[in-house]
Nanobody, 118 residues
Framework: QVQLVESGGGLVQAGGSLRLSCAAS????????MGWYRQSPGKGRELIAV?????STNYIIKDRFTVSRDSSKNTVYLQINNLKPADTAVYYC??????????????WGQGIQVTVSS
């Protein structure tokens, strides 16, 4: 079982930046995919970005979002720049372990609220 604990959420003003952290209970070098999803009120869970452990870099940039992995701290980060009210959501950390001869194991953090005021 992999435990994922998010931190860094809260209330921020539009135009600002925020960094969420997700600490894993075990070495993330043993975790194949790690990343972030979010769920806005009344909507389904939406993928932001996932980084495979064998990715060429330890970060991925998607528009205003940067997901990065720090193996030395067993932590994955989500940096959001130029926040917009539409970014208001619960953000979830995600991890997937690929297993030999059976289905992958997937884990989720408990979710952390980010609220962006205009």
């Amino acid at each position: 079982q992999v435990q994922l604990v998010e931190s860094g959420g809260g209330l921020v003003q539009a135009g600002g930046s925020l960094r969420l952290s997700c600490a894993a209970s075990e070495s993330i070098t043993d975790i194949d995919d790690m990343g972030w999803y979010r769920q806005s009120p009344g909507k389904g869970r939406e993928l932001i970005a996932v980084i495979p452990s064998r990715h060429s870099t330890n970060y991925i940039i998607k528009d205003r979002f940067t997901v990065s992995r720090d193996s030395s701290k067993n932590t994955v980060y989500l940096q959001i720049n130029n926040l917009k009210p539409a970014d208001t959501a619960v953000y979830y950390c995600y991890a997937k372990l690929l297993m030999l001869f059976r289905a992958p194991e997937e884990y989720w953090g408990q979710g952390i609220q980010v609220t962006v005021s205009s």
